[in-house]
């Protein structure tokens, strides 16, 4: 019936957040085809009207509003965006009024404030997360065991590295990893080095199928791809989370998010991105 | 006047969304004192009742509503939690049926749809992108530089690696790194692995002093560290992106999230997140 729908990111900062809403907003709607335009740094009135302009012009070829997803907290330049032909939703001034309200308080807005570095503990807590999670990648640095918040275990390619550094970069969560490789031997009994660690670790498991496509991206026909590995060594890595009594996650159909919040929740971990 | 607020942080699914905006809007009342709670996976009436009775007790020994931020996109479970005795924020509903509205479409209110994996050719990008980065991470395979979007060019601990970790997590993009040293040498002309793909790349530069603290919490009193050859560096640097006309950004006082943003925008990067 319709063709292509236009939407606008429109921040005065990063529009980040605005992204963010917006995407998850938009799987509600799988079927619709979009064009997104994003448009970060709105933080003049001179740039709030060339998007402006940008917008009428859309609307008056196509003869429908384009959507404007924003986060501008200042008064000026929301009401020059609000100007345009487009159906606007605002993912910050609605709820920013309903906390004023609620807390008789009033609210700081500044111009990209929402996005700044002034929150710099959370800010320098997330960064030395990163760098303590790429210091004890795949096994290096065991010396560094013990400043973790948890150890992750598992098979080479089961998702522990994307898993660490997105606990590190968005909870601020020291995240190290452990990688357990073909060696049958060492599935009998945990590493000194992990079981003086033992309450921080937590397993990640994926279904064979899945490893083997993984591994046979990056090395294809190799014995480390072939399925009858990944079965041999999932089947290992399993028994000793079940025997050892380490909580663990099937990461298979899991994203990042899901697996890192999941981790999070489970374990109790304290975030320190707040 | 007040005591400490409390805000809950409720989804059916990870509750980043909830957490991002949240954090955002938060900024705004930087006095407030706040006790927040994180309610994932709220995903069955069981759960949500649960979280209820917590938000009742707390209202009734505080006197004051708590703050829910959720993104609850499922009917039943949404009607339940606002039965509770707070201030309710709902970062989704009112926008999916604005959206329904103009569009005249019906949206696809599943559970936890918002966060899943149904986007998988995104979501596998961004797996990519990543594994990508840390393939190429700090100078070493060069031999991928033809496969990279962009090419970050700075000192040691100039803010490369989270940076390109960051634009391969949100944005799927290919972002390789090269380190600059302390070999006065390099700086008179680009090496040829970069020359050829000079239009990729991207400088970081950064404050002397504010390179003298981060080295010298890494490696305290060493030459490497000094002020003096932080700012050699530097200038070397920074005459070198002058020179060669490559642009660049001071990123002493800017976020992963802003300086990433900021190469997108000025390098036009197509993102693969969307």
Known sequence: MSSSKTIFFISDGTGITAANVGHSLLTQFPNVQLIKQFRPFIDTL??????????NSIYEKSGEKPVLFTTIVDDALRNEISQSHAVMLDFFHGFIEQLEKHWQLPS??????AHGLENNPAYNMRIDALNYTLSTDDGLGYQFYPEADVILVGVSRSGKTPTCLYLAMHFGIYAANYAYTDDDGQYFELPAAL????QKLFGLIIAPDH????RSKRKPNTDYASLARCQHELKNMKDLLLRENIPFIDAT??????????????????RRDV
């Open 195 to 198: 079981k003086e660690q033992r």
């Open 108 to 113: 700081n807005t500044r111009i990209g404030g």
């Open 211 to 214: 490893l083997h496509a993984i």
């Open 46 to 55: 001179e740039k709030a009207r060339a998007v402006v302009s940008e917008i």
């Open 253 to 270: 159909v899991r994203s990042v998010e899901e697996i890192s919040t999941t981790i999070v929740t489970q374990m109790g971990l304290t």
